[in-house]
């Protein structure tokens, strides 16, 4: 039995306490909702209506049931509203991650940016890029900012966003006193990166690139933070890539001559999984990268053909 359809006639006779102008106001003809109408009386085992000739009235029965009907009837309307509001992404939760180094002046900037655009709820995980793909892998992340390469082969990006990188140095340092560096510049120096674990494949491009461009470095060192990146910068004898936006004020920051290395950076999420939440989040994401200097990346994406395993070892 379709109770919730019984449930509305039910409601519309016990409004107009005649069966026929129920019968009009349902776009039915008489007979039929007067059958259903005992139909459900049937499937309730109580009648709902007094009725005869001249008049129709409701129960004892059918006055105690008429208000549970009401909220059935209301829970349902409640239910398909709250569904239609999912299906149209404004309910519910977005789970987005952002690299630890996106900066707190730029995560600061997403939250209002993605509020402006959605109702969503959105809740950030400080997660690198290796981490963030397990998680849309689990669906346990919805959306995140990566940084490339990666495998992209069963994700969907938004805009690609590049930023040049330069080196942070102690200011005695006498590559400080120069407008720009050459990779090669910096052999006899450490570098200090960010650990492998968190984009072995950024990782492996940073330091191949830089042996490309004639610089070795004498140690890599692995910096989870930007304290602790600066402190070994600080400390003498390594450098750091950094992308020149607010540079910490106690070292100095030269640009790499040639723009040999740069942060790809991308909203992703599974092919798929697209929701208008995630289309507010992805545009959200390159309003506030472009405002910190970022730039649409030129031509087409590079395609890595290595295989995906490799990206999340």
């Not at 059958?35 to 006055?63: H, M, N, P, Y």
């Not at 140690?219 to 004898?237: M, P, R």
């Amino acid at each position: 039995m379709d109770l919730l359809r019984y449930l509305r006639y039910f409601l519309v006779v016990a409004e107009e306490l005649h069966f026929g102008r129920a019968a009009v106001r349902l776009h039915m003809s008489q007979p039929p909702l007067s059958q259903s109408i005992q139909r459900l009386e049937r499937e309730l085992g109580v009648r709902l209506f007094d009725r005869d000739a001249r008049r129709v009235a409701l129960t004892d029965a059918g006055r105690q049931l008429l208000p549970e009907a009401r909220d059935v009837l209301a829970g349902e309307d409640r239910l398909r509203g709250l569904a239609e509001r999912f299906r149209r992404g404004e309910a519910g939760v977005l789970r987005a991650g952002v690299p630890p180094d996106l900066g707190g002046r730029a995560v600061a900037a997403l939250l209002p940016a993605f509020r402006e655009r959605s109702p969503v709820e959105l809740k950030l995980r400080e997660i690198g890029t290796a981490e963030q793909l397990r998680a849309l892998a689990d669906r346990t992340l919805d959306v995140g900012v990566l940084r490339l390469p990666f495998d992209v082969s069963w994700l969907s990006l938004g805009e690609v966003l590049t930023s040049p990188l330069g080196v942070l140095l102690r200011p005695d340092h006498p590559l400080a006193a120069a407008p720009d560096v050459r990779l090669a510049d910096l052999n006899g120096l450490g570098l200090v990166l960010f650990p492998r674990a968190a984009a072995p494949a950024l990782h492996d491009e940073v330091l191949t690139t830089c042996a490309r461009h004639g610089y070795t470095p004498t140690e890599v060192h692995q910096a989870g933070t930007a304290e602790f990146a600066l402190g070994l910068v600080l400390a003498g004898g390594a450098v750091a890539l950094h992308d020149g936006v607010s540079p910490p004020a106690d070292v100095a920051w030269r640009p790499l001559r040639g723009t040999p290395l740069l942060w790809r950076t991308a909203p992703a999420w599974p092919r798929g999984r697209h929701t208008p939440a995630v289309t507010a989040f992805a545009d959200a994401v390159a309003e506030v990268l472009v405002a910190r200097g970022m730039r649409p990346a030129e031509g087409t994406l590079p395609r890595y053909p290595r295989p995906a395993a490799e990206y999340l070892s």
